[in-house]
């Protein structure tokens, strides 16, 4: 079971930038599919984006293409979300989570942090 640690969440203007870490213990970060999902109130949880084991593969919802790069730094067991350009629609609660299979269904998923806040005012 891995243990994730999410950071970098606040409160930002329209069109400005924000960083999500996800810090990651008890699982080899080359071995686990991980993925950016949020959830804003009322709304399902939606993955943001994805990336594979190794890093070679990214998938990513359309909402954000062209705005959110995901990637991985495995010296330091980290996952990153750079979200550029954010929009009042990015407003949610973000989580990181680790899986055995490359997918945007949280079901997928078998390990969360305790998700970092997001608000992106107009």
């Known amino acids: 079971q891995a243990q994730l640690v999410e950071s970098g969440g606040g409160l930002v203007q329209a069109g400005g930038s924000l960083r999500l870490s996800c810090v990651g213990s008890?699982?080899?970060?080359?071995?686990?599919?991980m993925a950016w999902f949020r959830q804003a109130p009322g709304k399902e949880r939606e993955c943001v984006a994805a990336?594979?084991?190794?890093?070679?593969?990214?998938i990513y919802t359309d909402s954000v293409k062209g705005r959110f790069t995901i990637f991985k730094d495995y010296t330091k067991n980290t996952l990153y979300l750079q979200m550029n350009s954010l929009k009042p629609e990015d407003t949610a609660v973000y989580y990181c989570a680790t899986g055995v299979q490359l997918t945007d269904s949280p079901l997928s998923y078998n390990d969360w942090g305790q998700g970092t806040q997001v608000t992106v005012s107009s």
């Open positions: 990336i594979s084991g190794g890093g070679g593969r990214t």
């Open positions: 008890g699982r080899t970060f080359d071995t686990y599919a």
